[in-house]
Each structure stands twice: as structure tokens, then as C-alpha cells.
């Protein structure tokens, strides 16, 4: 590999670099929004309930027609792709039992430390693997 050519990788390298270090810091604020939102003891944790509220609040409103599932033209309003994973059995349709068992998976993926609670930073910490463009 001739020297232009490595010139070329490390520049590309370090301009995705900032893009991925700008895309957080845009999203920090984001994050501890949503957090504060869904933390609704205001003690500082997401346990496992305060995110079952949210999930099954979000399912509600995504459920326009109040069947218990989403189909694809209800998934559409769900511009964070936030159950795009939930259809476990690909009959493009979410239950709100694959939305209960993608939440779980959801937290356990956040929950780092294993506490069985969610503290704001292992939120802000996980936000940017969910928001990467």
C-alpha cells in the first residue's frame, strides 16, 4: 500500500471518527431526556417495571387500531425502529408479548453492571449504539 493510499484510510478514519464523537454528543441531551422521562420514581434507576410502563405506553400508542398487535403500517409511525427485532416469528406482525420479551432483552442488553436497574450514565452509555447513523 503505497503512502497516498494510507494517507486516504487514516483521514477517512479519523472524519468518521468525529462524526461518531459530534452524533453523541448531539444525543447526550437526548438520552438523559428520555431517561428523566421514564425514571418515574425519580430516583435516579430504570428498573425493569418503569421500562415495561414505557414499552406497553409506546405499544399503546403505536396501536391505533387497539387489536393488541402491530402490523406494518402501525410500525411505520415507529421511527426508532424501536421493535424492528421484536418479531420473533416473522409474520410481520408484533404481539405484545414479543414487545414484553424485546423489552426484557432491551434492558438486560443496558443494564451492564447486572443490578436489575438502570442508572442514567449505563443509559447515556448505551443510547449512542441505539442512535448510530
Known sequence: ?????KLIIFCCF????????????????AAAEQFQKMDIDKDGFLTPDEMQ???A?????????????LDQEELKEDEKRTFEKAD???DTKIS?????????????KIDSDKDKKISENEFKEYWPVEMKF
Open 96 to 108: 405484545r408479548q414479543e414487545a414484553f420479551t424485546q423489552f426484557n432483552d432491551y434492558f438486560n
Open 14 to 29: 479519523i472524519l468518521l471518527s468525529c462524526f461518531n464523537v459530534f452524533a453523541q454528543q448531539i444525543n447526550m441531551p
Open 53 to 55: 410502563i414505557h414499552q
Open 88 to 90: 420473533k416469528d416473522n
Open 57 to 69: 405506553a409506546r405499544f399503546n400508542e403505536l396501536n391505533k387500531d387497539k387489536n393488541d398487535v
Open 1 to 5: 500500500m503505497k503512502i497516498g493510499e
